[in-house]
């Protein structure tokens, strides 16, 4: 939801509204298809500095859609999308009752081989070199939406956690510190397992932050604001943030009331990041923060850059225009 402050005599408020994106056709191209399954028609607005490599090597890139479909239950379509922004096949997407496998039926399709059962592939995860495995030993992530199984960690003795995604698409199986909450632990990985579920276009490079980030969150109970930065970390490649002047004048007026505690340092780090926002409607986050550490040393790790942006994002400074589906 996109959020706008509306100021008061002595108070400001935030009053959620509905996300206004910019859809003119110089700027958004349209990815449309109608599901055969509940017969939907749905779209996905996507700049097109958010099209992959994979397209030129492959000749497409896959989508995740998952919906209300048929009797309203929700349902994972996989798309398989071509250079000219054309839906070329779609897949009805079924976990079995076998956590080992997922059923893939066609149900329309344009000469691209599909699995008739799925193979899973092992795939180690890097993580980055803050990743101290201290109270997150390892971590396993089977993902059956792209096939994959993401092995992030190594060996280390603990406790052992396992959670599933609402549809069961995404498992996840976690050794920990044995002292820590297990409670905990499961309200972090079933939001992360969720989260995974609903991303349109995973990018894998991003999982090397996982291990760093959840090391040392899990040791805690979640809040609101972690879970956004989490969301925010995802979906850094595909997701555009937006900030206007507007935005920044109330900042201006009122960060001594938001923020009374933010250092002078700080504060021009907040408004490099609104600046680097401003009108934006084709650079991700991950490009947003790759220029603003140019002129910022103190940000050069992307989970602390997303942090300052969760902040921001929280307070209605800046809106994320997420790469999803509607239904039209």
């Known amino acids: ?12 408020f935030i009053k959620h509204t509905g996300v206004t994106l910019s859809f003119k056709s110089d700027i958004r191209q349209r990815v449309e298809y109608v599901c055969n399954r509940c017969n939907k028609s749905r779209i996905l607005f996507i700049a097109p500095s958010l099209q992959s490599d994979k397209v030129a090597s492959h000749g497409y890139i896959e989508y995740v859609d998952v919906h ?3 009797n309203d239950k929700l349902n994972a379509i996989k798309l398989f999308v071509d250079k000219n922004y054309a839906v070329r096949s ?3 997407i079924k976990t079995s009752s076998s956590s080992d496998e997922s059923s893939f039926n066609e149900i329309a399709g344009l000469n691209i081989p599909l699995p008739k059962k799925a ?15 201290y109270n997150l030993k390892k971590l396993d992530i089977k993902d059956k939406l792209r096939e994959r199984i993401y092995q992030i960690g190594g ?3 603990g406790t052992e956690v396992e959670v599933k995604s609402t549809l069961n698409f995404i498992e996840i199986k976690a050794t920990i510190e044995e002292s820590i909450s297990r409670e905990n632990v499961e309200g972090w990985l079933k939001n992360l397992a969720n989260m995974l579920e609903s991303v349109v276009s995973l990018d894998e490079t991003l999982l090397q932050y996982l291990g ?12 609101e604001k972690e879970l956004l930065e989490l969301d925010l970390l995802l979906h850094s490649t595909v997701a555009i943030p937006h900030s206007t002047l507007s ?10 009331e938001l923020f009374p505690e933010l250092s002078v340092v700080s504060f021009r780090m907040y408004k490099s990041i609104m600046h680097a926002c401003l009108n934006n ?25 997303i942090s300052i942006l969760g902040q921001l994002v929280s307070f209605g400074f800046i809106n994320i225009e997420k790469l999803e589906f509607y239904t039209i």
């Open 247 to 256: 935005h920044i004048n109330i900042f201006d007026d009122h960060v001594n």
């Open 281 to 305: 409607e084709q650079k991700t986050i991950i490009d947003i923060s790759d220029e603003v550490k140019d002129k910022h040393i103190s940000i050069q790790a992307l989970p602390y850059f």
């Open 155 to 157: 060996e280390g003795e």
């Open 68 to 70: 209300y479909c048929l």
């Open 90 to 92: 779609q897949v009805s």
């Open 212 to 223: 760093t980030y959840l090391d040392h969150m899990i040791l805690d109970k979640h809040t």
């Open 1 to 12: 939801m996109r959020k706008r402050y509306i100021i008061s005599h002595n108070s400001i």
């Open 119 to 133: 193979e899973f592939i092992n795939q180690k995860i890097e993580s980055t070199r803050d990743y101290g495995a």
